[in-house]
């Protein structure tokens, strides 16, 4: 009778210097980060620009202005129970919500692939995305120089006041909705990892 033999192991070698594959991938397989970091500012850049133009000019339009007036000595609102300047706020959130989103998308469907610095990319882009729109907004909005404003209009005439942002956690809305519909197209259309490869059993011979 032979003696059983157990069947040959097809698992690979260790390599010489003790160290496995990296992250369970093939002998030799590393991370290219500096690919890595190049994919992610491409797309920061544009991201940057796009967002910032769109979400600062939008906001300059839609923005309800403040409205001034002065009495010949100081400036006052021109109506003190006014929700204009929280109005503003609210405009710029929700702008950069729905800007915020369809970047994600957008980013998603060019990139499907994802990885951790596509995503840092995306989030750093829209957050210098959404500052830019702050400053372009106040920029070419109505001059900060209030007093010369009031001298301009006249004692008793409403003029606007600067296009500013109160409530400063507003300009996190666009970052915060590039990145969570991004991630969240990622788990629902993403490219899923390969199956685990069953193990076989040792098969013994008589």
Do not use: Y
């Not at 796009?50 to 923005?63: C, I, R």
């Not at 209030?146 to 008793?156: K, L, S």
């Amino acid at each position: 009778m032979t003696v059983p033999q157990p069947a040959p192991d097809d698992r690979p070698e260790p390599s010489p210097t003790g160290e496995g594959p990296p992250d369970g991938g093939t002998p030799g397989q590393r991370t290219d980060w500096r690919r890595e970091i190049a994919d992610g500012v491409r797309v920061a850049l544009p991201l940057a620009v796009a967002s910032g133009l769109v979400l600062g000019l939008l906001w300059l339009w839609l923005a309800p202005r403040v409205p001034l007036v002065s009495d010949g000595r100081s400036v006052l609102l021109a109506n003190s129970e006014g929700q204009q300047a929280i109005a503003a706020d609210g405009t710029f959130l929700l702008l950069g919500l729905a800007i915020g989103a369809v970047a994600g998308g957008v980013v998603f469907a060019l990139r499907r692939t994802g990885g951790v610095a596509l995503v840092l990319g995306l989030a750093a882009g829209a957050l210098a995305g959404s500052w830019l729109a702050w400053q372009l907004g106040m920029w070419l909005g109505p001059t900060d120089d209030v007093a010369a404003a009031a001298r301009d209009a006249g004692v008793d005439n409403v003029f606007d006041a600067p296009l500013r942002i109160g409530a400063k956690g507003v300009i996190f809305g666009l970052p915060a909705a590039a990145v969570g519909v991004h991630l969240l197209c990622q788990a629902v259309l993403g490219p899923r990892d390969p199956e685990p490869v069953p193990v076989e059993l040792p098969q013994w011979r008589e």
